[in-house]
């Protein structure tokens, strides 16, 4: 059973044209949410963690944000640059991530 | 500073070779993983090492697959008569121990098995 799941899968957004990404777990007893963001031919690269609903991060033009069952992360009046995959992965015993498929982004001038 | 560096970036074997990946982890970071990474998912957890030891390598899919840390700084991901199913990114992420200490992720090893 997958227990992260992220949509949509692929995403086509105007420059400017805010948007959230989805991304719904079953882990039981949270240890941790992570955002990534990924380019192509590169590793993951941290954006975010959080540990208890109710919390926000934000960076720039990104705002993660969880509740008990899923997170958001809000792509406000994105740029070009932000086109990328974001990677949501849940912590579950001994540090170990288990991601979800990704979310594709692109942003078209 | 440096980030987590990972040798050779691309790998192309033929099938039932043997092959090595190296991971050179951050600097002081304790903690180091491997995960792989099929097109068009996410990265699949293998391995992690705390210091020289494995604490965990429930991901390595058979028993083809090894890993170690002699040191506690470099590993390096052995793969045993390599099949074309083996096909993927390998990366390497390591952290310092503690609950907010993220991962960071090198640029990993694409491995293709012909």
């Known amino acids: 059973e997958d227990q992260v799941t992220q949509s949509p899968e692929a995403l086509r957004l105007q420059e400017g044209e805010s948007s959230s990404l989805n991304c719904s777990y079953t882990?039981?007893?949270?240890?941790?949410l992570f955002w990534y963001r990924q380019d192509p031919g590169k590793g993951p690269e941290f954006l975010f963690t959080l540990y208890s609903a109710g919390e926000e991060k934000e960076k720039e033009r990104l705002k993660a944000t969880l509740t008990k069952k899923e997170s958001f992360l809000h792509i406000t009046a994105p740029k070009p640059e932000d086109s990328a995959t974001y990677l949501c992965a849940v912590e579950y015993g001994n540090n170990r991530l288990a991601f979800g498929k990704g979310n594709q982004v692109v942003v078209i001038p | 500073g440096a980030g987590v560096s990972q040798t050779p970036s691309n790998k192309v074997t033929e099938k039932g070779k043997y092959v090595e990946l190296r991971c050179d982890p951050i600097s002081g970071h304790t903690a180091l993983y491997w995960y792989r990474q099929s097109l068009g998912q996410g990265p699949e957890f293998l391995i992690y090492f705390q210091g020289t030891g494995a604490a965990d390598d429930s991901g390595l899919p058979n028993d083809r697959f090894f890993a170690v840390r002699p040191e506690g700084s470099v590993s390096t991901l052995k793969i045993q008569r390599t099949e074309r199913g083996d096909s993927a990114v390998y990366l390497c992420?390591?952290?310092?121990?503690?609950?907010?200490?993220?991962?960071?992720f090198g640029n990993g090893t694409r491995l293709t098995v012909t």
């Open positions: 882990v039981s007893g949270l240890r941790g």
């Open positions: 992420a390591s952290s310092f121990q503690g609950r907010d200490s993220p991962l960071h």
